[in-house]
């Protein structure tokens, strides 16, 4: 009994530290996309890329200044690309399955984490070349930037709503412990039909959340292109939604709003509404 303690203390501390760290990530890929992209126009600081007018594009595509950082950021994209479907493969999933046991989604987004401060970190932006598109003059040099910070603030707030919808604490590897350490198997296997239909062809339930926040920004340089083009196609291809899928999304949404605006209520019996009880009006 002292050693099933032991073990289930050590896997609650691993779990807990990786969603820590998960979830710092996570902060970080939203300033990264967003915030760094907006926040030099709105406070009128001189944007991180200065676009060089008497350039064209022939001669910037041929600048070594040029394609050297475009060629470091795609293989940062490519790792990136690489590691979240590799994992992903259900051969693979079995093979870390045996090796890492409960542990095996936590490793999963641990290793996207990675990948991701890998990207954030030795990102390059290309400053030689010139932009797609630039709202660096006025009225446009106030006004639409602020339009894009409205609109990634929607798109993250349905964002943050999705993830609700998908049990985060799941989606983070903590659940699969939880249920372990009580001895009631895997998560996945107490969910109802339609849940698990979901989760076995989903990938990236925020497609369009998420392409809308790559391609709103009121400057686009040649790597934020880089950037924005490579991972709206690879969500595009992972994106497997149809309807019966959107009308479970739909019920669920409103199953969980109903279960928060009724949290701080007692129960029927006087007793507020246990976490058992949530967790099976959620599947």
């Not at 797609?132 to 990634?152: E, G, V």
């Not at 699969?176 to 109802?192: H, I, T, W």
């Amino acid at each position: 009994m002292a050693a099933l303690s032991f073990s289930g203390l050590f896997l609650a501390s691993v779990a807990l530290i990786n969603f820590i760290f998960v979830f710092g990530t996570c902060v970080e890929f939203v300033r990264f996309i967003s915030f760094r992209a907006i926040y030099y126009n709105i406070t009128g600081r001189a944007p991180q890329v200065q676009e060089s007018s008497s350039r064209g594009w022939s001669v910037a595509l041929q600048d070594p200044a040029v394609l050297r950082p475009l060629a470091v950021d795609l293989a940062l994209l490519l790792l990136f690309v690489v590691q979240h479907s590799l994992l992903a493969v259900e051969p693979v999933k079995r093979r870390l399955q045996a090796v890492f046991g409960v542990l095996q989604r936590g490793f999963y987004v641990f290793t996207t984490a990675l990948a991701l401060q890998v990207l954030i970190r030795y990102w390059q932006p290309v400053r030689d070349a010139p932009f797609l598109w630039n709202s660096s003059t006025a009225p446009w040099s106030t006004w639409l930037p602020l339009l894009c910070f409205i609109i990634h603030f929607l798109c993250w707030l349905i964002i943050f709503s999705i993830v609700l919808i998908f049990d985060y604490a799941e989606l983070m590897g903590i659940k699969q412990v939880y249920y372990y350490c009580l001895g009631l198997g895997d998560p996945l296997s107490m969910k109802s039909p339609r849940a698990q239909r979901l989760y076995a062809h989903l990938r990236h339930p925020v497609y369009l959340e998420v392409c809308v926040v790559l391609w709103a920004v009121p400057c686009l340089s040649l790597d934020r292109l880089l950037l924005s083009g490579v991972l709206s196609l690879y969500l595009t291809c992972g994106h497997s939604l149809d309807t019966r899928d959107y009308t479970y999304l739909s019920a669920q949404l409103h199953n969980k709003l109903d279960l928060f605006s009724r949290s701080a209520q007692p129960g029927s019996n006087g007793q507020p509404v246990s976490a058992t009880t949530a967790s099976r009006k959620e599947e």
